[in-house]
């Protein structure tokens, strides 16, 4: 069966099709994704600039600004750090023309439209037009995709080279043209130089290829594959050697092998599950059962994708909010191929008989509604005093930022909490900045950050000068806060400006709670 | 979860925060009103370190007249051709800085007639290491100061008022003449001096002396009392000697703890002199020089971050040579003076940018500035004769933004980082170029030969 047979087999199709026209049905399948590519700019630009850069974004922002050569951020953002840099320099040819936080976060947003649109590609050739409609729609309205996709975090790109990789792949297995692994092979050297972590999905190829020997694809063909990766990957090497700091991504990479964990085992089935929508990986799950006597290497193709990166995330014990992100189009396009292939023989629903041909949509705008709803909510600007890191934007960082680089006098040196916040009042402020946190030893911490060796002397001697206090550090490290303030009420600290913002008290009283303080502190 | 002690420890900075009138950047509070003054500098701030020679801080800083090519140190001045003593950098031989010898006859015997030829010898005679009067510091122990040098202004021919110790120079800093008492506290105190106190007292100027770690009931009718160690504070707060100042409530009042220098920047209520006397990070040898920059960093950036920053100068100087060497030999204005060189630095907005400024000045210059600014008479032959502090300003460009000059004397190399972004876009650019340009082959390939049909769906 061809795919446009396949396509005509398809039970959404078929209803569809017995109401209009096949040409119409089509056509809508087209209107659906036009849609799904509508929604997926308004959810990705909404309030895009509401609320300043997170820690994350503000490092990647300030290396793009130091590959720009940005006098101002060059001295406290370092081009070469911790992860590749691609998606730096990309952002960094926005600064020559304009410096905006907006720039970079229209960058990251386009290049999650450019995955909506590689998922439409991925799932029509797979499983045609109208699978490919819903597999966009789902992934335009994820909270997951949408969230990250807004930031600017290496994920997004990541994600966008990632599924340009699988969208290679899927074509070579098709049409079996070797041309076509090649580039899958350039574009998944592209992913690992927007983030290192991406070289996971290679694993998951391997696996595809080795589950999928009916394919018959040659060896020759992925070896040459494999090294057009390999030479893409080596611009990361060969720009550190050459820059001299051929050590820093061993350094980082140690760092990451034998940090402790941060989080604990639950962290991804209740944190992304949820951002990816409970129902979406419900569909996903439901289909490759239900749907069983039509497997295909396709669905092997989509498992591998998602199963190798979040079975190693899940065993390793670093984790964070957004590693999984490359895996979100392969299940959206599962569970786009569980809505529109599946169709009960009967459902009763409301103590009556109900046509099946009805369950099918009710599904889909059930699944479709649970992704856009949590999705509208987490777009609109938060005023909360806890963050979850890669969860969006800080409030209040970037004013305190703002006013510290027009109220601070130039040269300044500050003490946060944490290495975070460090990182907002660098970008914002363009004052040096450290976090009390990050510790001496050079085993037990990110080696991008520098370590305030005696933080007291330092204030005795007033190399440093002012302390910012903040509620988001202060939520996740309680003792580097209280040491913190110990500094503030030893060394004569002065509250000099202020972030703060409403919210009720258990009585329902409205207060206002301190989101950021500046203190001004001296021998 | 925010524990509640840390919330309420935070609500209780807050208040404090208001009731100091929130951000101490903002001209909130109110400064006193000033007569108007002759410049833009309504706020003069002059700290009096202890005991260096502008060689033994400055002698190889790249710029301004340092230790001269060749120099060489007799340690026998009248044997020709006799061994001699290189100038070298503190803490190589061995040597440790400690308090040399700097009494009016030591200052006689380094002179030397005006050969200037008897530092080491000076130093033996008095049973001290005389090798030592050759030692010097660079910017690996001064990064502070010879940043403050690239900033603002550097005086080259600064010169301590007199050639003996720290009491004469001290006097020469307020009153612009010597005590008559000579170079030591005298238990009679000092009389029939007017000071430059006196002056703006009379003129209703603000005016302030603030001394660290200050014991009010320490003067000179009670040195006595308490340990040596403590005597300092009678030398270098010279009104202590003087009984008006400490018995007229009027004039005492001025006389106040170094901790209010703080708040009164802080509040924007700094007065228009303020003159502030160290305790133990003096600089004294063998005290420690990063104290004393700390010290000093702690002042200077206090006042740049106060609102007065842009009406402002701070003029560090150090009272006499403290025994080192220093190569140029000193004017002779009068029986006491001038002394050899010292440091002093010029801090200020309108400060001209990493200036050296060598017209002679002695501390009386600092009278000279003051008394012109604001519009004072002169209070002795020296400070009328004196040449202002002022050449080192310059009031025609617009006055600097604040900036905290860092502790640490590090250069950047721009052209390095250039180099390594190009280095970044020809790689990356490279990276996107080829994966670009294989995905257009493999278009053309397939457009070529259409694309291979499925047979059967596997």
Redesign the interface.
Same mark, same amino acid.
């Given at each position: 069966m061809g795919t446009g047979e396949y396509v005509a087999e398809l039970p959404v199709a078929r209803a569809i099709g017995r109401l209009l026209p096949v040409s119409f049905a089509r056509a809508l399948a087209w209107i659906a994704y036009a849609g799904a590519l509508g929604v997926a700019v308004v959810l990705r630009v909404w309030n895009l600039d509401a609320l300043g850069y997170n820690s994350d974004e503000a490092v990647y922002a300030g290396q793009a600004a130091s590959i720009a050569g940005i006098p101002e951020l060059t001295p406290f953002f370092p081009v070469f750090r911790a992860h590749p840099l691609l998606f730096q320099t990309l952002h960094s040819l926005g600064y020559l023309v304009w410096q905006s936080d907006l720039l970079g976060r229209l960058l990251a947003s386009a290049f999650g439209l450019g995955t909506v649109a590689l998922v439409f590609g991925i799932a029509r050739r797979l499983y045609g037009v109208p699978t490919a409609a819903l597999a966009s729609l789902v992934i335009a309205l994820m909270p997951y995709h949408v969230v990250v996709s807004r930031q600017v975090l290496l994920d997004g790109p990541t994600t966008f080279f990632a599924t340009l990789t699988l969208y290679f792949v899927a074509r070579y297995s098709l049409e079996r043209r070797p041309a076509l692994l090649y580039v899958a092979g350039g574009a998944m050297g592209l992913s690992v130089l927007s983030k290192e972590t991406s070289i996971l999905i290679v694993g998951g190829a391997y696996a595809f290829f080795t589950l999928s020997p009916e394919l018959g694809a040659r060896l020759r063909h992925l070896l040459v594959a494999l090294g057009v990766m390999l030479a893409v990957i080596s611009t990361y090497p060969i720009a550190l050697r050459m820059a001299g700091h051929a050590s820093t991504g061993g350094n980082y990479l140690a760092y990451q092998l034998f940090r402790r964990p941060n989080h604990g085992w639950l962290f991804y089935p209740e944190t992304v599950t949820m951002a990816m929508g409970p129902l979406v990986l419900a569909a996903a799950g439901a289909g490759l059962w239900l749907l069983r006597g039509r497997s295909s290497w396709r669905e092997t193709l989509l498992l591998c994708w998602i199963a190798v990166p979040a079975a190693f995330f899940q065993l390793y014990p670093v984790k964070g909010f957004q590693y999984l992100l490359p895996a979100a189009p392969a299940v959206a396009i599962l569970a786009a191929r569980t809505l529109a292939c599946w169709r009960p023989a009967r459902a009763r629903v409301l103590g009556g008989r109900v046509p099946s041909r009805w369950l099918a949509p009710v599904a889909v705008v059930g699944v479709l509604l649970s992704l856009a709803l949590p999705t509208w909510e987490r777009i609109q600007p938060r005023s909360s005093t806890t963050f979850l890191a890669g969860a969006g934007g800080v409030p209040g960082g970037r004013e305190v930022g703002r006013w510290i680089r027009t109220h601070v006098p130039q040269g300044a040196q500050m003490l946060a909490i944490g290495p975070s916040m460090a990182n907002i009042l660098q970008f914002y402020g363009h004052r040096r900045a450290y976090g009390l946190s990050v510790g001496t030893n050079p085993l037990r911490r990110n080696p991008a950050y520098d370590p305030l060796p005696n933080p007291d002397r330092a204030i005795r001697t007033n190399e440093v000068q002012y302390i910012v206090w903040d509620a988001f550090s202060a939520a996740r490290t309680p003792f580097f806060a209280g040491k913190l303030l110990q500094y503030v009420r030893r060394y004569n600290g002065r509250a000099v400006r202020t972030e703060s913002v409403a919210s009720s008290t258990r009585t329902g009283a409205q207060v206002r709670r301190p989101l950021i303080i500046v203190y001004a502190v001296r021998p | 979860? !925010?524990?509640p002690r840390?919330l309420a420890? !935070?609500a209780a @900075? *807050?208040g %404090? +925060?208001a009731a /100091?009138g +929130?951000? %101490?950047?903002?001209h909130a509070a109110a400064a006193p009103n000033h007569p108007r003054t002759t410049t833009p500098i309504e706020h003069l701030v002059v700290v009096m370190q202890e005991n260096h020679t502008y060689d033994n801080y400055f002698g190889t800083y790249p710029r301004g007249d340092g230790l001269p090519r060749g120099v060489c140190m007799p340690l026998d001045p009248d044997r020709k051709g006799g061994r001699c003593v290189r100038p070298f950098h503190i803490g190589d031989n061995g040597i440790v800085p400690r308090d040399l010898d700097h009494s009016r006859s030591t200052y006689l015997g380094q002179l030397n007639g005006g050969r200037m030829d008897g530092f080491v010898r000076a130093l033996e005679r008095r049973n001290q290491d005389g090798r030592l009067a050759m030692a010097h510091y660079d910017g690996r122990d001064l990064p502070y100061y010879w940043n403050l040098a690239d900033e603002y202004v550097l005086f080259d021919r600064f010169f301590s008022s007199s050639g003996a110790g720290s009491f004469l120079n001290h006097f020469y800093w307020v009153a612009g003449a010597p005590a008559r008492s000579g170079d030591r506290i005298s238990p009679a105190g000092v009389r029939g001096i007017p000071t430059i106190f006196d002056r703006l007292e009379e003129a209703g100027i603000s005016w302030k002396f603030y001394v660290q770690n200050y014991e009010p009931r320490l003067t000179y009718r009670t040195v006595d009392r308490f340990p040596p160690n403590r005597a300092s504070q009678v030398i270098w707060v010279p009104l202590l000697n003087i009984p008006r100042f400490i018995d007229d409530p009027r004039l005492n009042r001025h006389i106040v703890d170094l901790h209010e220098y #703080?708040r009164d920047a802080?509040r924007g209520r700094l007065p228009a002199v303020a003159f502030i006397a160290p305790s133990g990070p003096s600089e004294h040898p063998p005290s420690s020089v990063?104290?004393g920059q700390?010290f000093v &960093? =702690?002042l200077i950036?206090?006042l740049? @971050?106060s609102p007065h920053?842009r009406r402002s100068a701070f003029l560090l100087t150090y009272d006499d040579w403290g025994g080192w060497y220093d190569h140029v030999r000193p004017p002779r204005v009068d029986a006491h003076g001038y002394g050899f060189r010292v440091p002093a630095l010029l801090v200020s907005p309108y400060a001209r940018r990493g200036h050296v400024d060598s017209v002679v000045h002695d501390f009386t210059s600092i009278l000279r500035f003051i008394e012109d600014n604001w519009r004072l008479k002169p209070l002795a032959q020296r400070d009328r004769r004196a040449s202002s502090i002022a050449t080192g300003l310059d009031f025609g460009q617009p006055p600097r933004?604040? =900036? %905290? =000059?860092?502790?640490v004397r590090s250069a950047?190399a721009p052209d390095e980082?250039?180099a &390594?972004?190009a *280095? /970044? #876009?020809v *790689? #990356?650019? +490279?990276? !996107?170029l080829? =994966?670009a340009g294989?995905?257009v082959? @493999?278009s053309r390939?397939?457009k070529g &030969?259409g694309?291979?049909?499925?047979g059967?769906?596997?």
């Amino acid at each position: 069966m061809g795919t446009g047979e396949y396509v005509a087999e398809l039970p959404v199709a078929r209803a569809i099709g017995r109401l209009l026209p096949v040409s119409f049905a089509r056509a809508l399948a087209w209107i659906a994704y036009a849609g799904a590519l509508g929604v997926a700019v308004v959810l990705r630009v909404w309030n895009l600039d509401a609320l300043g850069y997170n820690s994350d974004e503000a490092v990647y922002a300030g290396q793009a600004a130091s590959i720009a050569g940005i006098p101002e951020l060059t001295p406290f953002f370092p081009v070469f750090r911790a992860h590749p840099l691609l998606f730096q320099t990309l952002h960094s040819l926005g600064y020559l023309v304009w410096q905006s936080d907006l720039l970079g976060r229209l960058l990251a947003s386009a290049f999650g439209l450019g995955t909506v649109a590689l998922v439409f590609g991925i799932a029509r050739r797979l499983y045609g037009v109208p699978t490919a409609a819903l597999a966009s729609l789902v992934i335009a309205l994820m909270p997951y995709h949408v969230v990250v996709s807004r930031q600017v975090l290496l994920d997004g790109p990541t994600t966008f080279f990632a599924t340009l990789t699988l969208y290679f792949v899927a074509r070579y297995s098709l049409e079996r043209r070797p041309a076509l692994l090649y580039v899958a092979g350039g574009a998944m050297g592209l992913s690992v130089l927007s983030k290192e972590t991406s070289i996971l999905i290679v694993g998951g190829a391997y696996a595809f290829f080795t589950l999928s020997p009916e394919l018959g694809a040659r060896l020759r063909h992925l070896l040459v594959a494999l090294g057009v990766m390999l030479a893409v990957i080596s611009t990361y090497p060969i720009a550190l050697r050459m820059a001299g700091h051929a050590s820093t991504g061993g350094n980082y990479l140690a760092y990451q092998l034998f940090r402790r964990p941060n989080h604990g085992w639950l962290f991804y089935p209740e944190t992304v599950t949820m951002a990816m929508g409970p129902l979406v990986l419900a569909a996903a799950g439901a289909g490759l059962w239900l749907l069983r006597g039509r497997s295909s290497w396709r669905e092997t193709l989509l498992l591998c994708w998602i199963a190798v990166p979040a079975a190693f995330f899940q065993l390793y014990p670093v984790k964070g909010f957004q590693y999984l992100l490359p895996a979100a189009p392969a299940v959206a396009i599962l569970a786009a191929r569980t809505l529109a292939c599946w169709r009960p023989a009967r459902a009763r629903v409301l103590g009556g008989r109900v046509p099946s041909r009805w369950l099918a949509p009710v599904a889909v705008v059930g699944v479709l509604l649970s992704l856009a709803l949590p999705t509208w909510e987490r777009i609109q600007p938060r005023s909360s005093t806890t963050f979850l890191a890669g969860a969006g934007g800080v409030p209040g960082g970037r004013e305190v930022g703002r006013w510290i680089r027009t109220h601070v006098p130039q040269g300044a040196q500050m003490l946060a909490i944490g290495p975070s916040m460090a990182n907002i009042l660098q970008f914002y402020g363009h004052r040096r900045a450290y976090g009390l946190s990050v510790g001496t030893n050079p085993l037990r911490r990110n080696p991008a950050y520098d370590p305030l060796p005696n933080p007291d002397r330092a204030i005795r001697t007033n190399e440093v000068q002012y302390i910012v206090w903040d509620a988001f550090s202060a939520a996740r490290t309680p003792f580097f806060a209280g040491k913190l303030l110990q500094y503030v009420r030893r060394y004569n600290g002065r509250a000099v400006r202020t972030e703060s913002v409403a919210s009720s008290t258990r009585t329902g009283a409205q207060v206002r709670r301190p989101l950021i303080i500046v203190y001004a502190v001296r021998p | 979860m !925010i524990p509640p002690r840390l919330l309420a420890a !935070i609500a209780a @900075a *807050l208040g %404090f +925060g208001a009731a /100091v009138g +929130g951000p %101490f950047h903002a001209h909130a509070a109110a400064a006193p009103n000033h007569p108007r003054t002759t410049t833009p500098i309504e706020h003069l701030v002059v700290v009096m370190q202890e005991n260096h020679t502008y060689d033994n801080y400055f002698g190889t800083y790249p710029r301004g007249d340092g230790l001269p090519r060749g120099v060489c140190m007799p340690l026998d001045p009248d044997r020709k051709g006799g061994r001699c003593v290189r100038p070298f950098h503190i803490g190589d031989n061995g040597i440790v800085p400690r308090d040399l010898d700097h009494s009016r006859s030591t200052y006689l015997g380094q002179l030397n007639g005006g050969r200037m030829d008897g530092f080491v010898r000076a130093l033996e005679r008095r049973n001290q290491d005389g090798r030592l009067a050759m030692a010097h510091y660079d910017g690996r122990d001064l990064p502070y100061y010879w940043n403050l040098a690239d900033e603002y202004v550097l005086f080259d021919r600064f010169f301590s008022s007199s050639g003996a110790g720290s009491f004469l120079n001290h006097f020469y800093w307020v009153a612009g003449a010597p005590a008559r008492s000579g170079d030591r506290i005298s238990p009679a105190g000092v009389r029939g001096i007017p000071t430059i106190f006196d002056r703006l007292e009379e003129a209703g100027i603000s005016w302030k002396f603030y001394v660290q770690n200050y014991e009010p009931r320490l003067t000179y009718r009670t040195v006595d009392r308490f340990p040596p160690n403590r005597a300092s504070q009678v030398i270098w707060v010279p009104l202590l000697n003087i009984p008006r100042f400490i018995d007229d409530p009027r004039l005492n009042r001025h006389i106040v703890d170094l901790h209010e220098y #703080y708040r009164d920047a802080a509040r924007g209520r700094l007065p228009a002199v303020a003159f502030i006397a160290p305790s133990g990070p003096s600089e004294h040898p063998p005290s420690s020089v990063v104290s004393g920059q700390a010290f000093v &960093r =702690t002042l200077i950036n206090q006042l740049v @971050a106060s609102p007065h920053w842009r009406r402002s100068a701070f003029l560090l100087t150090y009272d006499d040579w403290g025994g080192w060497y220093d190569h140029v030999r000193p004017p002779r204005v009068d029986a006491h003076g001038y002394g050899f060189r010292v440091p002093a630095l010029l801090v200020s907005p309108y400060a001209r940018r990493g200036h050296v400024d060598s017209v002679v000045h002695d501390f009386t210059s600092i009278l000279r500035f003051i008394e012109d600014n604001w519009r004072l008479k002169p209070l002795a032959q020296r400070d009328r004769r004196a040449s202002s502090i002022a050449t080192g300003l310059d009031f025609g460009q617009p006055p600097r933004p604040p =900036t %905290f =000059t860092s502790a640490v004397r590090s250069a950047p190399a721009p052209d390095e980082l250039r180099a &390594r972004t190009a *280095l /970044v #876009y020809v *790689l #990356y650019g +490279g990276a !996107i170029l080829l =994966t670009a340009g294989l995905a257009v082959s @493999a278009s053309r390939r397939g457009k070529g &030969r259409g694309s291979a049909p499925l047979g059967r769906r596997t």
